[in-house]
């Protein structure tokens, strides 16, 4: 099946990247005022969320898969992040769709919202789409990119703790420039946030009121916090019975590069060299939802025993 | 227009009224707090204490009425605006 046939004819347009930005910076004030931008979470297919009943799955997927593939984005963005820029129509869910057989799930999501709290909520909707799925689902592969591997590595620990039926389908996760260790940006901001509150000036006590309104989806990026309260994401075991990759990139083409140090992929530190890491070097944090290599290594992984 | 696009609007209107109401409110503050600071400087100097005060005094009452004024506007347009997406509503809704 040709890629162009398995992705939404109508992609996300500017309404939706302004709403998706502005969730990102304050969807938890927007859930909380019961705002109408704000994002419910809900697979969207042709930039309309799906209804998780066994009719509308049926008529979404004329010809669904034993296997799923669930696709979550990063902060401030939609289902669009995946979507190579030059070629709309194809995406990692497409692709693996065509090489692999997958049937390609999309998240649109509330990126403002504590990430515990997306969490639950992907928990819950993973186990309805389970539930009203037309065919009994063999394999699950999850795929978070940026905050959307926190939100995935949340809604394993919460799906494992009360032993939902979907956590056992999973067979690989993806975190793709994911902040496991915490993001440095948010780190800076707070430092940031925390100076302007110490000088003693109206001017900067106001600017750190303002800069103090960004959302707790973003703050909770600064640990890479996935669950509630106090305990960080050291806490959170990774899933049992699932292999967990985890793919990184760097600003510029040498690894060892200062910039590279520092800044790691723009935005994210890249994680320790490991048995399952794959770094790539010169793709930054934002490319690394919509790259060939980084595909090919998925679908390497995704095809291996 | 669809009812996802007028929520969305309307959320948006929301959005703006709110944070322009929060900024007034916030700017506000730190405006009166910058203005003071020289005129507790001058009043320190008793012969003219009592006039620096008096300024102080009116200095402040115009500032509030200017981020009154924008408050004031800020909701009067909300109100306007809110009121014509009712309308506009009430003409997309299928009878």
Known sequence: MSDAANKPAAAPGLGATLASIVNGCFGDYLSQRDNGLAIDMAFYRHNRPLSLTPEAL??????????????????????????????PARSYGSALQADLGFTPLFLRYNTGLPIPYNGKALDTLLEQLLAAYPLPVEE????????????LRGACHFGAERGAAWVGKVSRVFYIGTPHEGAALEQVGHLVNSILH???????????????????????????TVLDGAAGVAAVPWLAGA?????????????????????????VQPPQAGENVCLFPGI??????????????IKTWCAST | MNPETL????????????????????????????????YALLARIEPIAAPVRAIEEAHLRI?????????????????????????????????
């Open chain 1, 284 to 297: 930054d944090h934002m490319q690394l939802a919509h790259d060939d290599a980084v595909y090919e290594q």
């Open chain 2, 7 to 38: 929520r969305q609007i309307r959320g948006a209107k929301d959005l703006l009224e709110e944070a322009i109401e929060a900024l007034a409110v916030s700017v506000g503050d730190a405006h009166r707090k910058m203005a003071r600071q020289p």
């Open chain 2, 63 to 95: 500032t509030d009425g200017v981020y009154f004024s924008i408050r004031l506007g800020n909701r009067l347009v909300g109100v306007v605006a809110g009121f014509a997406l009712d309308r506009i509503e009430g003409v997309a809704r299928p009878k």
């Open chain 1, 198 to 224: 110490a000088v003693p000036n109206p001017i900067t006590h106001l600017l750190g009121d303002v800069a103090n309104q960004r959302s707790q989806g973003i703050k909770d990026l600064r640990h890479g």
């Open chain 1, 58 to 87: 049926r008529a979404a997927f004329p010809a669904p898969t034993a296997r799923l593939c669930v696709l979550l984005h990063g902060l401030c963005c939609h289902e669009g992040a995946w979507d190579y820029p030059d070629n």
């Open chain 1, 243 to 267: 292999q967990h990759y985890m793919i990184a990139g760097t600003v510029t083409d040498d690894p060892e590069h200062l910039a590279a140090k520092l800044f790691g992929d723009g935005l």
């Open chain 1, 140 to 151: 699950l592969v999850l795929l978070g990119h940026s905050m959307g591997g926190l939100v």
